[in-house]
């Protein structure tokens, strides 16, 4: 069963995904706080991060590229209510972009291909991070 980590700062964002992913047979963690993920990574080795990049503290692309530096292959799926982004160079280390919607049709179909193709033989193709290095200051790698 895949383990999914959700980093969202409005708590019923995060309910809202939990529940439904659970009924969808997945494990699932949360989180509000930026400067946790690291700790979450490590404790609970998600499969997959489904990432807002709105937060409190480091934004959305800082925490994006510490997951990339510490696993590569880890993916992550960026979940934002605004679509001004989609454009952005930042995200190219992102594996997928889904607006934010009631209907999470589009975002389970997005998990369930990330997941199948993190599990076939092939893999992503490693990408090197164009992006500034997350400081350890800002707490994300704190234990």
Known sequence: MPNILIVDDQQCIRELLAEELIREGYRVESTGDAESVGEHLRASRPDLV????????????????EIKRQDSHLPVLILTAYDSFMDDPRLSEADGYVIKSIHLDELKQKIADLLSRKSAPQGKVEAKSHLPQFSAAHGFGKA
């Open 50 to 65: 489904l990432l807002d990049l709105y937060l409190d503290g480091p934004d959305g692309f800082e925490v994006l590229a």
